[in-house]
């Protein structure tokens, strides 16, 4: 029940910042729907490798550039996904703040997981 009031919640929050910001566009729910899962798949499977791969910059950059990672992850959202428009790069980095901050607050929202043993 937790995740699923999770996905709602990070999916408003996509429609709220697209509101925010002007150079950013989600057409419906629906698509916000579509953007969080997308994002979710990504950050799941693309991101780890990305950041594998970018480890030196990173360190160079003292771990700025993933800023820049988080920022691809959300232009190539914005490009699978017909609801959801960003104009430029520098949006979607702003964009992955502000969801960033916003999915931080709806887990503190949420609370702790629970997390129960099996009786043996």
Sequence with gaps: ???????????????????LLPEVEVYSFTSALWVTLVLSVLNLIIKPILVLLTIPVTIVT??????????????ITS???KGFFIASFGMAIVFSILLSVATYLIER???PRRYY???F
Excluded: D, Y
């Excluded at 009031?5 to 429609?15: E, G, P, Q, Y």
């Excluded at 003292?62 to 232009?75: A, E, H, K, P």
């Design 117 to 119: 043993r099996r009786p």
């Design 79 to 81: 490009g699978w996904i």
């Design 62 to 75: 003292f771990g700025l550039f993933l800023l820049v990672i988080n920022g691809l992850m959300v232009w």
């Design 109 to 111: 929202l949420l609370g």
């Design 1 to 19: 029940m937790r995740l699923i009031a999770k996905f709602i919640l990070i999916a408003l929050a996509v429609m709220a910042i697209a509101w």
